[in-house]
C-alpha cells in the first residue's frame, strides 16, 4: 500500500489526492477482547480502499482521509457468517528518515527522533507505506464484539436453536431463576 509523493516533497505546501484499492490482512488482534476463538475468522472480503490527501507541512507529510472496506466475520453470538462494510477516519504524519538529505522541503533534522517518539511513522526515500497504519484504522474501527446485527438473538443455549430463524421451546421449560424471584414477590405482595 505505498504511495509515491516524490511529486510533494520537494515543496512546502504541496499536496496531492490519494486513491487507491489494495487487498490487506486484517491485523492479528491482540487486544484481550478478541481473544475469543473468533479472531481467525474475520477477513476483509474486498480491497481496502483509502481515499486521502497528503500534505506536505513542512516539517512531515500529513495524509488525512478514509479508509473502508467489507469485513467478512463469524457472529459472536449465532455464529453465522456475515458481512459489513465498516469505514474509519484516516490521520496520520510521516516524517522523513533515513537517508541523506537530497532536495526535499521535508528536512530532517526538524523530524522528532525514533527515541523521542516510539509510535511516530516515518517514510523513507520517496515512498509512504500506508499499510500498517491503514489496517490500525480498520481494527479500531471494529466493534468490540462481532455481531451479525445489533439485536443478533443468538443461540438457545439449551438446544443450540437459531433464535434469530425461529423460537424454541427452552425458554418455557426452564424459566430464568430470578424471574421466578420476583413472580414470587409480586404473587406476595397481591396476597
Ligand atoms: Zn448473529
Ligand atoms: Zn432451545
Known amino acids: 500500500m505505498k504511495v509515491n509523493i516524490s511529486r510533494i516533497l520537494p515543496e ?29 475468522e474475520l ?24 479508509v473502508g472496506t467489507k469485513i467478512e466475520a463469524t457472529c459472536h453470538r ?34 522528532p527522533s525514533e527515541s523521542e517518539g516510539p509510535d511516530l511513522r516515518y517514510f523513507h526515500g520517496d515512498e509512504i507505506d500506508l499499510a500498517p497504519a491503514v489496517g ?12 451479525c446485527r445489533e439485536d443478533c438473538r443468538g ?3 439449551h438446544c443450540g436453536t437459531n433464535l434469530n430463524e425461529k423460537q424454541c421451546d427452552c425458554q418455557i421449560e426452564t424459566p430464568d431463576p430470578r424471574m421466578a424471584v420476583l413472580k414470587d414477590l409480586w404473587r406476595e405482595k397481591r396476597d
Open 78 to 111: 449465532c455464529l453465522e457468517r456475515f458481512s459489513r462494510e465498516i469505514s474509519a477516519p484516516f490521520e496520520e504524519e510521516y516524517f522523513r528518515k533515513g537517508e541523506k538529505p537530497r532536495h526535499t522541503g521535508v528536512e530532517e533534522e526538524q523530524a
Open 136 to 147: 490500525e484504522a480498520l481494527s479500531l474501527a471494529l466493534p468490540i464484539k462481532l455481531l
Open 12 to 40: 512546502k505546501g504541496a499536496s496531492m489526492d490519494i486513491d487507491l484499492s489494495e487487498p490487506l490482512q486484517p491485523l492479528q488482534p491482540d487486544a484481550p477482547s478478541r481473544q475469543d476463538g473468533l479472531d481467525g
Open 155 to 157: 443461540l438457545c443455549p
Open 43 to 66: 477477513r476483509y472480503a474486498e480491497p481496502v480502499r483509502v481515499v486521502a490527501t497528503a500534505d506536505n507541512s513542512g516539517k512531515c507529510i500529513v495524509v488525512r482521509g478514509r
